[in-house]
C-alpha cells in the first residue's frame, strides 16, 4: 500500500469538511459539499483550489531561450515581455504529448515552468536529458517546496488585493498569461476554469496562513470535481484524458499551441509535418437524456470516434463532452454515442461550451 502525497494544505481541507479522493497518488479534496454549488461558486463569484500537487520548475543560465525553442511545441521568441506565459506541448521525437505546461519567461537567464502533477518526474527526467545532450550548462531545478493556490472566478482579483496587502499595486496591470513576482510569492493570472483569477505560487510553509485568510475575506474552497466540470465547460485539455504519450497535439485540439510556422526546429516536428492527423477534438452537446463520459464511443458516418472527457455541465444543465473524431465530422452534425448498450443523440459543437460566467452553446 503506498501512502498518498500530501500538499501542505491538507489538514485544512480536513478542517473544512472536504472529501478526500487518491487523485494521482496524491490525497486531494474532490468536494467539500455539493460540487454543483462550488461550480456555480466559482462561475458567478469566486472560489480557491489547492493546486500544490503542480510542479514549479526553474530553467536558469545562458541559452535557455534557444533550449526552450527546440524542446517545446510552441515558440518561446513569443514571449518578449518579463513575466508573460505561454501554454506549449512538449512532444516526444515521434510527435505524441509528454506533458503540457505554461512556461513563464522572467529573465533571458531564467524562464519558469508549471507542469502536471502526474507527469513532473517523467517531465523533469526528460527536460535534463535533453539539456544534457544540447544545452549541459543549464541548471533545470524543481521546486517540491513551493505550494500553489489558483483564486478563480469574476471577483477573484480582489479578493487577492483584499486578503495580501500590496499586491493590488503590481498586479493590478497584469494582463492575461502573465505574472509578477512579490518577494517570495509569485502571481500569475493564469488558471484554468475559464474565469478570470490569478495562480499564487508561495513557500509551502505560508500556504496555511495564506488560505485561511482568503476564507476570512469570504472566499470558498473549490475541490478537484468542480475543477474537472470548470476546465472542460471551458474547453481545456485534461492530461491523461484529453492527450497522452499515445496521440499527437493535432488530434488533441491543440493546433494552435503548435508553431509551425516558424524556421526553428522542435522536438517532434518533423514527425507532425510527415503525419497529417486523421483526427480531431470537437464539443459534443447531448441531445437525448444521459450522461456522457470518457472512453464513450461515437458513431459518425466518416467512422467511429471516442469521448475523451464528459460531464454535467451545471452551467449549461446538459451533458457535454471533446470527442476525438475522424475529420470529416462538422460542426453541427448530429452523432451517435454508445451509453449502456444504446445509441444516444449528440450534437456536433465548436467549444468552449462556458467561460466568464456564462454558456457560449
Known amino acids: 500500500m503506498t501512502t498518498l502525497k500530501q500538499t501542505p494544505l491538507n489538514a485544512s481541507h480536513r478542517a473544512m469538511g472536504a472529501k478526500m479522493v487518491d487523485f494521482g497518488g496524491w490525497d486531494m479534496p474532490v468536494n467539500y459539499g455539493s460540487q454543483i454549488d462550488e461550480h456555480h461558486q466559482v462561475r458567478n463569484d469566486c ?20 533550449f526552450l525553442r527546440y524542446l517545446l511545441a510552441n ?7 518579463p513575466g508573460k506565459a505561454l501554454y506549449s506541448a512538449m512532444l516526444r521525437p515521434d510527435g505524441h504529448v509528454i506533458d503540457d505546461l505554461i512556461v513563464y519567461f522572467m529573465t533571458e537567464e531564467w524562464f519558469r515552468i508549471v507542469v502536471n502533477a502526474g507527469t513532473a518526474d517523467k517531465d523533469i527526467a526528460w527536460m535534463k536529458a535533453q539539456a544534457a545532450a544540447h544545452a549541459p550548462a543549464l541548471d533545470i531545478a524543481d521546486h517540491p517546496e513551493l505550494a500553489m493556490i489558483a ?22 496591470g497584469l494582463v492575461p498569461f502573465s505574472a509578477v513576482e512579490m518577494g517570495a510569492m509569485f502571481i500569475a493570472r493564469t488558471g484554468y476554469t475559464g474565469e478570470d483569477g490569478f495562480e499564487i505560487m508561495l513557500p509551502a510553509k505560508a500556504a496555511t496562513f495564506f488560505w485561511n485568510t482568503l476564507a476570512e475575506k469570504g472566499v470558498k474552497p473549490i475541490g478537484l470535481g468542480a475543477r474537472d466540470t470548470l476546465r472542460l465547460e471551458a474547453g481545456m485539455n485534461l492530461y491523461g484524458q484529453d492527450m497522452d504519450e499515445t ?13 509551425l510556422k516558424s524556421e526553428r526546429d522542435f522536438i517532434g516536428k518533423a514527425a507532425l509535418l510527415a503525419n497529417p492527423p486523421s483526427k480531431k477534438l470537437v464539443g459534443l452537446v447531448l441531445l437525448d437524456r444521459g ?6 464511443h461515437v458513431k459518425t458516418a466518416h467512422g467511429d470516434g471516442e469521448i475523451t472527457s464528459g460531464s454535467f455541465s451545471p452551467t449549461l444543465e446538459k451533458s457535454i463532452a471533446l470527442a476525438r473524431v475522424p475529420n470529416g465530422v462538422q460542426i453541427g452534425d448530429t452523432v451517435h454515442v454508445e451509453i449502456r448498450d444504446k445509441l444516444l443523440n449528440a450534437k456536433v459543437v465548436k467549444y468552449p461550451f462556458a467561460r466568464n460566467g456564462k454558456g457560449l452553446i
Open 47 to 66: 472560489g480557491m483550489f489547492d493546486v500544490s500537487h503542480m510542479r514549479v520548475v526553474d530553467m536558469k543560465g545562458a541559452g535557455v531561450r534557444k
Open 151 to 172: 483564486v478563480q472566478g469574476p471577483n477573484a482579483r480582489a479578493k487577492v488585493w483584499e486578503a495580501l496587502p500590496g499586491s493590488r499595486e503590481l498586479s493590478e
Open 75 to 81: 515558440n518561446v521568441d513569443k514571449l518578449t515581455m
Open 247 to 259: 496521440v499527437g497535439p493535432l488530434e488533441s485540439g491543440l493546433g494552435w499551441t503548435v508553431d
Open 291 to 296: 450522461v456522457l463520459r470518457g472512453h464513450q
